[in-house]
Every structure is written in C-alpha cells, then in structure tokens.
C-alpha cells in the first residue's frame, strides 16, 4: 500500500520520521512532498530523503491582505500539483501537515489524515481550510479542534516527543565539536518571523532588537551567545549568527544552557530536550500544548510581549540557578514518563486503518 506524507514546516518531517520508517519495515511504500518553508528542504538534503516540492513558499508581509491573497495563490498552485501527482501514483492514505491533501483527498475519494497540536482559536486559516475536508484530525488531547470533534482522534503526547525522546534522539556533542568546546557554556537566541497562518492579522510581535541587544549584554557575561533566525537578521548581530545544519539542531539545543525566543517550537523542542527555556510572543497563554509543557511540567517560562522586562529578569535567575540542567532533566524525564510514544501510536493509527481495524 501507498502512503503520501505531506509536510509544511522543518519539524514536521521528524514528527513522521520514524513512523514512517516502521511502515516502511512493514512494506508500505512512503512518499514525501513538502512545501518548502524555512529550512524543510535543505534539512531533507541533509538527511538523504527523497521529496517532491509541490510549491515554494513566498516571503510575505504578516498583513491580511498579504496573506490571505498570497495564501490563496500559493494553496491552488500546491492543489494543482498534488493533484496531478496524486492521479499518477494513487496512493491509499494521504497523512501529514499539509491544507492540500485535503482538498485533493476528497476529489479522489482518498482518506486523508491531518496533523495538527495548534488549537483551533489559534490556528483558525488552517484549521478552517483543511478540518472540513480532513477524515481524521489527529491531534494531542489538550488541542482543540473546534466543531470537528467528531474527526478528532486524540492521544496523550505531543508531536514534538516523536523524535525528541531516548529512544529516537540522544545528543552527541562531536557533531557540534566545530562550533563549541566541551566546556563552553552558551545560549541560543531564537528570532522568527511571524508570518504564518497563526498571525494572519499581523498583530503579534516577538523579540526586538532592542531587547536582543540586552539579551546578548546579560548573557555575554555567563557564556557564549548565539542568535538563529528564520527571517531577517540586522548586520549589526553577525557576529552571533548560528551556522548550522539543518539536521544538527537538536543537538545544539541539548548541549545549551538556556534558548529565548519567540518560537512556539523550538522553545517547546528545548524543554522536552531538558533545557529551560524563554518564549516571548504574543501567543503566549493561548495554546494548550505549551501551557503544558510550561505550566504544568514547568520546562519553560511564558512571558507576554508587554512585559520585557521580565525576559531579562528570568534570565537572570535561570543564569543564577545552581545544578539547574540536573533540575530540568529531572522535569523532562517526568513528562516522558506520563506520554506515550507518539510515533508507536501513528504508525499503529495508520496500519490499523489500512487493515479496516
């Protein structure tokens, strides 16, 4: 049987990673597409995956009308070259990230199974495309799907565990050994641009310059500072621009101290990776995943856009804390401890469908 995995942003393609690869020791036949997004295709190079780009995303301004209107372009270049792929290769299941496999699933009668951990409320554009057209949203417990309950299929994980815990991901520091020594303590600076679906409105806002100024003066006192970014990085912060591959992120991440940034999933990828973390955007308190992570497992800290001060302020405490990584390792074991395994769960999801279970 033929399975298309559809993905729309990097950290989609570890969230089928190995559940992809189970189907495919099982004898299913995997195809991947993607919309290119970020770094997606340059960290499928890197891993030696075999894709098909069914469009590449343009560079838009987080305005209604930018991106509603280039939305709609892009979505009917992507259905129209999924379409004429789907019609060649006829797959059996369609999975993943992506509004098309919707839209193409119900014009060939495919089913087609969505991915999503971002509520409803929050993720509105996407949910509203794709959930009418979806045969089953899978999706963790605590996320909200709106009026489509009856699609939900629920679990009791987080996408992100699909590839972060021991038994997929254990950080090896040679594979960094190029940009830090053993001893080196740094920290990671996470700037993104705010310009999906989720800020349709072009209202929410994340890290300043002026506060990345003051960030790297408080930090620079305890370590090495390193900035990664998705869009537009100031000159003026080079110095501190993050060279990395794509497929060694994780890794990086393990070995830091402490990430700020305005990311809902590198912030949340830190915490499950035992690194205490600082996100500062205006989603913060909105979607259930992360004020999972955040309040009730306490990996990270949430701090609203109005409040600045306050980054700087539990930076400096987390800088302070003594045996703080033995702290978090503690945390993240526990969380692990209370989820299943995600990727167990997916491909069991998807065999058991095929097979009419």
């Known amino acids: 049987m033929r399975i298309l995995i559809a993905l729309n942003h990097p950290a989609h393609y570890y969230v089928f990673k190995y559940a992809a690869n189970s189907l495919k020791k099982y004898g299913y036949s995997v195809k991947y597409v993607i919309k290119n997004k970020d770094v997606l295709e ?57 509004i098309s496999i919707t839209h193409v699933g119900i014009i060939f009668n495919i089913p087609t199974f969505v991915f999503n951990e971002d509520d409803y409320e929050v993720n509105k554009l996407f949910c509203r495309a794709s959930y009418p057209f979806a045969t089953k949203i899978i999706a963790p417990n605590i996320c909200s799907v709106g009026k489509f309950g009856y699609k939900k299929v629920p679990y009791n994980g987080i996408q992100k565990m699909a590839y972060l815990s021991q038994q997929y991901f254990n950080p090896n520091f040679d594979l960094i050994s190029n940009i830090v020594q053993k001893n080196d303590k740094y920290f990671i600076i996470r700037l993104v641009s705010l310009t999906s679906g989720h800020d349709i409105e072009g209202k929410h806002t994340g890290i300043s310059e002026t506060l990345v100024d003051e960030l790297i003066r408080l930090l620079e006192r305890y370590g090495k500072v ?132």
Not at 272 to 291: E, Q, S
């Open 226 to 357: 390193f900035i990664s970014n998705e869009g537009f990085l100031n000159p003026r912060f080079e110095k501190y621009h993050l060279e990395i591959e794509p497929n060694l992120m994780h890794h990086f991440i393990a070995y830091s101290s402490l990430l700020i940034g305005d990311s809902q999933t590198m912030c949340a990828e830190a915490g499950l990776l035992g690194v205490p973390f600082i996100r500062y955007n205006d989603f913060v308190g909105k979607i259930g995943y992360l004020n999972e992570i955040e309040k009730n497992y306490k990996l990270g800290f949430g701090i609203e856009t109005k409040n600045p001060n306050a980054v700087l302020e539990v930076s400096q405490k987390i800088l302070e804390t003594k045996n703080i990584k033995e702290e978090w390792q503690l945390k993240k074991a526990r969380i692990f401890d209370e989820k299943l395994d995600p990727s167990e769960f997916y491909t069991k999801l998807i065999i058991g469908y095929l097979n009419g279970k």
């Open 42 to 98: 340059k960290l499928l190079l890197s891993e030696g995956v075999e894709y098909i780009k069914i469009n590449q995303k343009s560079n838009r301004k987080p305005t209604i009308l930018s991106v509603v209107l280039n939305g709609l372009l892009e979505l009917l270049k992507q259905d129209l070259n999924l379409f004429k792929l789907v019609k060649k290769w006829k797959p059996n299941l369609m999975v993943g990230t992506d």
